[in-house]
């Protein structure tokens, strides 16, 4: 069997490396456009930090690694054309004719509607490495940076920035940062430390309607002008619109149509990751989720389907945890603010612990859930500390429908230096929000 996969990133490379695992006399191929394989998306905010030595370290797999499996890997080289009916891919250097396709070739973060020209001339994003190598020295000589997006990419490069002692404009349509993830009255006490920050400033509630390249740049908003020394667009990645894309069926927002098996409208053709729509959590309608471990996931489920349809794609919750600023922040399943994209109705539940008997970092909690049964639908979490792995235990309660009457008695450890006497998950069905002895 002859597998070509597009993409050497997350998705492309799980779903090889599994391949690898369940058919040993396949020939696995994966053509990459970029020049390395494995980078990561905040790869070079790692390296600003000091956290890699060179750019081309923040990597999660490498070349040499994979050709030790045994997966032939072609760099530089992007795939142009696709015609299913031969089963036949065409690259800017030759033609090649597969078993299995397996579409890996994700998104891209340009912004298509403020007035940018071509990436050519201009390159405001920094999720390639290619991107990263060009923008580095900008990003490094810059005194001012305009940031286009308060997601989590644009809230990590503020962060980033701001350690590095440079002022930083973020500039966001809605009234708060990461709005996906949290309710905003659950960010109070982040968002005002963060207004204490001298060289931070936030532009809520504002559109871009052109950036001008002069000496510097100028941003342009409704009705006021910000002047930076550079600018990256951290907007919402949307999957690779490629010309052989359009030969597949496609949903309105330009995601790859998949069965529940991943393969699309083209027999023997797979997409993954970035490129696909998906079913989400506790939610009638899928959604668009890019993010890395639902695209490694979806990777692997492919490789299961190869030959035979035999394992469906669950989907995901959106489940995010980061540093911001010295904050842990995570999120996972349903927030208030989109509660009406549930069925029934819901009830919320917040509350405040500290980390530990000894740490008394405050953790800040919001439950999400649903009113009549109980049935956990979502968790955020916010604190100093690092309360980060807690999240993966509620997306887990989450995922099996777990209710808060079953939370109660989840087993958890003790240990006085590292945990408080009873874990937030336990504590959402007990007491009330404002007192509570412990
Ligand atoms: C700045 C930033 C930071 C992020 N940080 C996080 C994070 O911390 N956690 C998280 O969960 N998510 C994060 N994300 C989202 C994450 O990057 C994506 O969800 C993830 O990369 C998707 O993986 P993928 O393999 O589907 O696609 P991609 O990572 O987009 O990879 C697609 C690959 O295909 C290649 N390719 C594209 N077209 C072609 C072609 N025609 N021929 C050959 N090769 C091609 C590309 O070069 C690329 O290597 C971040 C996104 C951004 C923009």
């Given at each position: 069997m002859k597998i070509y996969i597009i993409g050497a990133s997350f998705a492309g490379v799980s779903c090889g490396v599994h391949a690898r695992e369940l058919y040993p006399e396949a020939e696995i191929t994966i053509i990459e456009k970029n020049a390395i394989v494995g980078f990561l998306p905040g790869g070079l905010l790692l390296y600003l930090q000091n956290k890699f030595a060179n750019l081309n370290d923040a990597v999660f797999t490498t070349e040499q690694q994979l050709k030790e499996q045994h997966i032939d890997i072609k760099l530089s080289e992007k795939l142009l054309d696709c015609d299913p009916a031969k089963h036949e891919i065409t690259t800017d250097k030759k033609t090649y004719y597969y078993d299995k396709l397996i579409l890996a070739n994700g998104s891209e973060q340009k912004s298509l509607n403020i007035g940018l020209t071509s990436d050519d001339e201009w390159d405001p994003s920094f999720k390639d490495y290619d991107f990263s190598n060009k923008v580095l020295p900008k990003i490094q000589n810059a005194e001012t940076i305009a940031i286009i997006g308060a997601g989590q990419a644009g809230m990590e490069a503020a962060s980033t920035f701001i350690d590095l002692k440079k002022t930083v404009h973020l500039?966001?349509?809605?009234?708060?940062?990461?709005?996906?993830?949290?309710?905003?009255?659950?960010?109070?006490?982040?968002?005002?430390?963060?207004q204490k920050i001298p060289n931070l400033h936030f532009h809520?509630?504002?559109?871009?309607?052109?950036?001008?390249?002069?000496?510097?740049?100028?941003?342009?908003?409704?009705e006021q002008k910000i002047v930076s020394d550079y600018v990256l667009t951290t907007v919402n990645v949307h999957p690779q619109l490629a010309k052989f894309t359009k030969k597949f069926q496609l949903h309105s927002d330009n995601t790859m149509q998949t069965n529940d098996y991943l393969e699309t409208s083209a027999k023997d053709v797979f997409a993954v990751g970035d490129l696909i729509h998906s079913p989400l959590k506790n939610r009638e309608e899928g959604a668009y989720l890019p993010q890395i471990n639902h695209a490694i996931r979806s990777g692997i489920v492919a490789a299961e389907n190869l030959q035979q349809a035999q394992m469906k794609f669950k989907g995901g919750l959106r489940t995010i945890g980061t540093k911001i600023f010295g904050w842990h922040l995570a999120s996972t399943g349903l927030i208030e603010e989109e509660a009406f994209v549930y069925s029934n109705?819901?009830?919320?539940?917040?509350?405040?612990?500290?980390?530990?008997?000894?740490?008394?970092?405050?953790?800040?909690?919001?439950?999400?859930?649903?009113?009549?049964?109980?049935?956990?639908?979502?968790?955020?979490?916010?604190?100093?500390?690092?309360?980060?792995?807690?999240?993966?235990?509620?997306?887990?309660?989450?995922?099996?429908?777990?209710?808060?009457?079953?939370?109660?008695?989840?087993?958890?450890?003790?240990?006085?230096?590292?945990?408080?006497?009873?874990?937030?998950?336990?504590?959402?069905?007990?007491?009330?929000?404002?007192?509570?002895?412990?």
């Open positions: 500039i966001e349509a809605m009234d708060y940062p990461l709005f996906k993830y949290f309710d905003p009255n659950f960010l109070e006490p982040f968002l005002t430390e963060l809520f509630n504002k559109t871009v309607t052109e950036v001008v390249e002069n000496e510097q740049y100028e941003i342009l908003l409704d109705e819901i009830a919320t539940k917040t509350f405040t612990q500290t980390a530990s008997l000894v740490d008394k970092t405050p953790i800040y909690c919001k439950a999400v859930f649903e009113k009549s049964s109980k049935k956990l639908l979502g968790i955020q979490l916010l604190s100093q500390t690092n309360c980060l792995e807690k999240i993966n235990t509620a997306a887990l309660a989450i995922e099996n429908e777990v209710t808060l009457t079953d939370l109660m008695q989840k087993d958890s450890f003790f240990q006085p230096e590292f945990t408080n006497i009873i874990e937030p998950l336990n504590r959402i069905n007990m007491g009330s929000e404002t007192h509570h002895a412990f």
